[in-house]
T-cell receptor
Framework: GNSVTQMEGPVTLSEEAFLTINCTYTATGYPSLFWYVQYPGEGLQLLLK?????DKGSNKGFEATYRKETTSFHLEKGSVQVSDSAVYFC???????????FGAGTRLFVKA | SQTIHQWPATLVQPVGSPLSLECTVEGTSNPNLYWYRQAAGRGLQLLFY??????ISSEVPQNLSASRPQDRQFILSSKKLLLSDSGFYLC???????????????FGAGSRLTVL
């Protein structure tokens, strides 16, 4: 079945450091891929998405590229801020829609 | 604009008691609706999803059930709670995002259930 694997956290970085959170997936067909973010005390919200191979999703300085050859969708940001501290979830939607599967989440701490 | 309401926000229940969590969506029609559980250290687990009134798909066999009595109402229930049912329950609705057809989820604020 479909699955999403993302790097375990927590990840602790200093402000302005480079961020990478790895995400790989297993799926049949051509899933859509997402990154959701959960800030402390809040529900999840969409951060970015990509719907086909080689698409790059971007938002708030974060980027992720849909790599079908490596079945990956790694999240990157060139310079993190304290306000980026949150839990980040990689997710995929199965071909045909309706069902979204999430990874276990990666907690990011950014210290000033 | 679309909004999603989920209640109660927190709940403490004894083992063996019943459960009812309610979720309603405003500002959209015929949404796809979802219940997820977020257990400590275990990420987000899809429990149920619904693509229409009375249509429920169950992802994980357990003592929970879901119902969709109205287009924009989704209810999570249990007749007898177990300790393992403790967790953070999130309701979400999905809508296609533009031409891509990708189903973007919007989540409620969540309901924290503690079973003692």
């Amino acid at each position: 079945g479909n699955s999403v694997t993302q790097m375990e956290g927590p990840v602790t970085l200093s402000e302005e450091a480079f961020l990478t959170i790895n995400c790989t997936y297993t799926a049949t067909g051509y899933p859509s891929l997402f990154w959701y973010v959960q800030y402390p005390g809040e529900g999840l919200q969409l951060l970015l998405k990509a719907t086909k191979a080689d698409d790059k999703g971007s938002n708030k300085g974060f980027e992720a590229t849909y790599r079908k050859e490596t079945t990956s969708f790694h999240l990157e940001k060139g310079s993190v801020q304290v306000s980026d501290s949150a839990v980040y979830f990689c997710a995929l939607e199965n071909t045909g829609g309706f069902k979204t599967i999430f990874g276990a989440g990666t907690r990011l701490f950014v210290k000033a | 604009s679309q909004t999603i309401h989920q209640w109660p926000a927190t709940l403490v229940q004894p083992v063996g008691s019943p459960l009812s969590l309610e979720c309603t969506v405003e500002g959209t029609s015929n949404p796809n609706l979802y219940w997820y559980r977020q257990a400590a250290g275990r990420g987000l687990q899809l429990l149920f999803y619904s693509v229409g009134i009375g249509q429920i798909s169950s992802e994980v066999p357990q003592n929970l059930s879901a119902s969709r009595p109205q287009d924009r109402q989704f209810i999570l229930s249990s007749k007898k709670l177990l300790l393992s049912d403790s967790g953070f329950y999130l309701c979400a609705w999905g809508a296609s995002a533009g031409d891509s057809g990708a189903n973007v989820l919007t989540f409620g604020a969540g309901s924290r259930l503690t079973v003692l």
